[in-house]
C-alpha cells in the first residue's frame, strides 16, 4: 500500500512484511482450497471404492441378487426410520423452542436451553445403551397393548416385539437425538420475530398463543423448514444407536412398527457388518455409504438453499 | 348501599362487571395437577405401560384446565391455556429422556467406577476385571491428532472467509463447509478407510486412519465457529488498526483474533466434544484392540466409545462383568462430554470482551 507512494526503492524491512503479508493470504486461501481438496477426495475415493461393487456379478455381491436388491431394502429402512423420527421431532421441537422462547421465565430460558443442548452432547454410544437397557424395555407393555388393540392398523400389525427394540423405538430415539439441534434453529427463529410486531398483537389485546400464530409462526416459517431438514440430515446418518437399538433381518421391506423383524438402515448396517467384512462385501458397504451420503447431500442442500434465500429477503443475519 | 339521599340510585345488582376477567384460581390448578397424578397412576395401573402413564397425566391436566376455562374465561383464554400446557408438555417430554440416561448411566457406570477401571487394559481378561486403560489412551491421542490438523486448517479456513474470501471460490468454501457439517460420520468413516486402502492397503487401521475421520468432521465445527466470531468483531477495530499502518495480516493476528479469542476457543472446544463421543467413524478406522497402543501410525487403537460398544456386543462371561465395563466406559465419556462443554461455557462467559 504504502510502497507506491514512498519515494525510492521500498525498505528491506517493508519488502519482509509485504512478503509476510503476502504469504499470510496465501495461507488463509490454501486452507479454503484445502477443504475443497478434501470434499473432492471424499466423493472420489468413495466412488473409487463403490466401483467393484457397483460392476460386480450379481450373484457375488451379499445377497446374491445384485447391489440394488441389497442397498433398496437398507435405503428404505433409513428414510423410513428418518421419516418416523421426524413426525415426532418436528412438532416437539417447535414446543420445546416457543417453551424456551416465549414462555419460559425470561431468566431460566437460557439455562433451558443449556439443558437441551446437553441432549446433543450425549454420544450415540450412551444413546445406544440407554435405548437396549431403559427404553426398549419401558416400550414393551405398550407395544404389546398396541398389538392387542389397535393391530387392524397396518402399523401395529404385531407381533409385538419382546425386547422393545423395534423400528419405532429406534425412531423415537433418533428423534430425541436431533431434537437439539432442531430446537437450536427454531429457537433462534422464533427470537428474531420483530419485538414490535409481538406488542402489537399483545396492545390489541391477543392472548400469547394469538400472539405466537399472528407474528412469529408467519416470520418463522421458513427457518422451521430449513432446521427440520438438517435435523432430517442428522437422523439418516446416525448410526451407532440405530445400530444398538435395532433388531433388524435382512432385505425386509415392511411398515410394521411394533415387531422385532425390522428392516435396517445403511449406516448401522455399515457399522454392524464392517468390521466382520473383506472383499467385495467391504465394497458393497462402501457404495451403501456413497448412496447415503447423495442422500444425505441432497437433503443438507435444500435446507442450505432455503436459508440462503430467507437470508436474502429478510435481510436477518 | 348508599347512604346518600341526593342522588337515589336504583338499588345496585348484586353481581358487579370485573375489570379484571374472570381467571381460574391458582388452587384449581393445583388441583388438576394432583387429579392428573392419580389418572395417571390409574392409567398406568390399568393398562400396564408407562406411554398409558403419561398420556393420562397429560391428559388428566389438559381436559379439567381446558374445560374450567372454557366456562369460567373464554374461548380464547382456554385455547391460550390449551397451547402452554402442551408446550410446556413437549419441553417435558424432551427432558424425560436426558434424566433417565444420566441417572441411568450413572447408576450402572459406577459399579466398575474404580482405580483398576482407569490403570489395566483387557489383556486375558475374559470375565472380571480388566480396564479401559488403552481405550482411554487412544481416545487422548485420536482426538489429539485430530484437533492438531483440524484446528489451525479451521481457524485458517475461517479467517479466509471472513477476511479474504470474495468471489466464486469463497462462495463455494462456504457451500462445501456447510455440506461437509451434515457428511454423516459413518461416511466421514468410510472415507478413512478408501484412503487408506488406495495409499496403504485394505487391512490397515490405525489410530491415524481414525484421526483422519474425525477431522473430516470436526473442520466445518471449527470454521464456523470462527467464522461467526469473526464476523463479530467490529469494522472499527480493523479499520483503526490499518490507519496507523499496521498490514493486513498483523491486524488479523494481533487485532481481529485476540478479540475474538474466547468465541473461537468456545468453538474449539465444543467441537472436540462432539468427535470424542464419535463410535462409527473409529469402528471402520481405528479397529478394535484389547492392548494398549501407543502408536497412531501403526496397529489397531480402542477409543473409549468403541470400548463401550463392544463390552456391550461381546461382553464376555459372565456378560455381567461386560456390560459393566461398557456403562462405566459410557459414565467415562459422558464426564469427559459434559466437562467440555461446561468449560466451553465457562471459558465463552469469562473470556469474552466486555460490553461497555
Known amino acids: 500500500m504504502s510502497t507506491a507512494t514512498a519515494s525510492g526503492p521500498p525498505r528491506l524491512d517493508q519488502k519482509i512484511s509485504h512478503r509476510a503479508d503476502k ?101 450415540s454410544v450412551v444413546y ?52 437439539p439441534i432442531m430446537t437450536a434453529f427454531n429457537r433462534s427463529a422464533f427470537l428474531q420475530t420483530p419485538r414490535l410486531h409481538e406488542e402489537a398483537a399483545l396492545a390489541l ?30 437422523a439418516l446418518g446416525e448410526t451407532m444407536a440405530v445400530a444398538m437399538v435395532l433388531s433388524t433381518s435382512g432385505g425386509l421391506v415392511t411398515f410394521n412398527l411394533i415387531s422385532s423383524a425390522n428392516p435396517s438402515t445403511i449406516a448401522a448396517n455399515i457399522a454392524l457388518q464392517f468390521p466382520e467384512s473383506s472383499g467385495l462385501a467391504i465394497n458393497a458397504l462402501v457404495a451403501t455409504g456413497l448412496v447415503l451420503f447423495i442422500v444425505t447431500f441432497g437433503v443438507n442442500f435444500i435446507a442450505r438453499w432455503i436459508i440462503g434465500r430467507r437470508a436474502e429477503f429478510s435481510g436477518a443475519n | 348501599m348508599t347512604t ?62 381446558y374445560v374450567a376455562s372454557r366456562v369460567r374465561e373464554s374461548k380464547r383464554r382456554a385455547t391460550d391455556r390449551f397451547w402452554t400446557i402442551v408446550m410446556t408438555a413437549a419441553f417435558v417430554i424432551a427432558v424425560t429422556p436426558l434424566i ?95 484412503l487408506f486402502a488406495f495409499l496403504v492397503g485394505p487391512q490397515y487401521r490405525s489410530g491415524f486412519m481414525g484421526a483422519i475421520a474425525l477431522t473430516v468432521l470436526m473442520i466445518p465445527t471449527v470454521v464456523r465457529a470462527t467464522e461467526e466470531m469473526l464476523k463479530l468483531v467490529p469494522n472499527e477495530l480493523r479499520e483503526a488498526s490499518y490507519a496507523l499502518g499496521v498490514q493486513k495480516w498483523r491486524t488479523i493476528t494481533r487485532v481481529v483474533i485476540p478479540t475474538a479469542l474466547a468465541g473461537i476457543v468456545t468453538g474449539v472446544v465444543l467441537a472436540i466434544a462432539r468427535v470424542i463421543g464419535e463410535t462409527a467413524p473409529l469402528l471402520l478406522a481405528a479397529g478394535f484392540t484389547s492392548t494398549v497402543n501407543w502408536n497412531p501410525f501403526e496397529g489397531r487403537m480402542t477409543a473409549l466409545p468403541v470400548y463401550s460398544y463392544y463390552q456391550y456386543v461381546t461382553p464376555g462371561f459372565p456378560p455381567e462383568t461386560g456390560f459393566e465395563r461398557s456403562w462405566t466406559a459410557a459414565l467415562v465419556l459422558v464426564i469427559i462430554v459434559l466437562g467440555l462443554n461446561l468449560f466451553a461455557r465457562w471459558v465463552a462467559v469469562r473470556f469474552s470482551p466486555k460490553k461497555s
Not at chain 1, 407395544?143 to 416385539?161: D, K, R
Not at chain 2, 468454501?173 to 472415507?191: C, H, K, N, R, Y
Open chain 1, 128 to 179: 445406544g445403551l440407554w435405548g437396549i437397557a431403559v427404553f426398549a424395555p419401558a416400550l414393551v407393555g405398550f407395544y404389546q397393548w398396541l398389538a392387542e388393540n389397535l393391530s387392524f392398523i397396518p402399523f401395529f400389525a404385531g407381533p409385538a416385539s419382546s425386547t422393545g427394540r423395534t423400528i419405532l423405538t429406534a425412531s423415537l430415539v433418533l428423534a430425541i437425538m436431533i431434537l
Open chain 2, 100 to 194: 433417565s440416561l444420566l441417572v441411568t448411566v450413572v447408576m450402572e457406570g459406577a459399579a466398575r467406577f474404580d482405580v483398576e477401571f482407569f490403570t489395566s487394559d483387557m489383556r486375558g481378561v475374559a470375565g472380571e476385571g480388566g480396564g479401559a486403560l488403552h481405550a482411554i489412551i487412544g481416545t487422548f491421542m485420536i482426538t489429539s491428532l485430530a484437533a492438531v490438523i483440524s484446528i489451525p486448517v479451521g481457524i485458517m479456513t475461517g479467517v479466509y472467509l471472513v477476511e479474504y474470501g470474495r468471489g466464486p471460490l469463497a462462495r463455494g468454501v462456504t457451500f462445501l463447509v456447510d455440506v461437509m457439517t451434515g457428511i454423516p460420520s459413518i461416511v466421514a468413516g468410510l472415507f478413512a478407510f478408501a
Open chain 1, 23 to 123: 504469504s499470510f493470504a496465501t495461507l488463509a486461501t490454501a486452507s479454503g482450497i484445502f477443504i475443497l481438496v478434501t470434499l473432492a477426495f471424499v466423493a472420489i475415493f468413495l466412488t473409487a471404492e463403490s466401483i467393484p461393487a457397483l460392476t460386480a456379478d450379481t450373484e457375488e455381491l451379499p445377497g446374491g441378487n445384485g447391489f440394488w436388491a441389497y442397498a433398496g431394502p437398507l435405503l428404505f429402512g433409513t428414510i423410513w426410520a428418518s421419516v418416523l423420527a421426524m413426525i415426532v421431532a418436528v412438532p416437539l421441537s417447535i414446543g420445546i423452542a416457543l417453551f424456551i422462547s416465549h414462555y419460559a421465565p425470561r431468566k431460566l430460558a437460557e439455562a433451558l436451553g443449556y439443558v437441551i443442548d446437553l441432549l446433543a452432547a450425549i454420544p
Open chain 2, 4 to 65: 346518600s339521599t341526593r342522588f337515589p340510585v336504583p338499588a345496585a345488582p348484586e353481581r358487579t362487571i370485573d375489570v379484571v376477567q374472570p381467571s381460574l384460581p391458582r388452587a384449581f390448578t393445583f388441583g388438576a395437577m394432583g387429579f392428573a397424578l392419580v389418572v395417571g397412576v390409574g392409567a398406568y395401573l390399568l393398562l400396564g405401560n408407562y406411554v398409558a402413564g403419561g398420556v393420562g397425566v397429560f391428559l388428566g391436566y389438559l381436559i379439567p384446565v
Open chain 1, 205 to 234: 389485546g391477543a392472548t400469547r398463543w394469538e400472539m405466537i400464530k399472528m407474528t412469529v409462526f408467519p416470520y418463522a416459517r421458513s427457518s422451521i423448514i430449513a432446521g427440520s431438514m438438517l435435523g432430517l440430515g442428522r
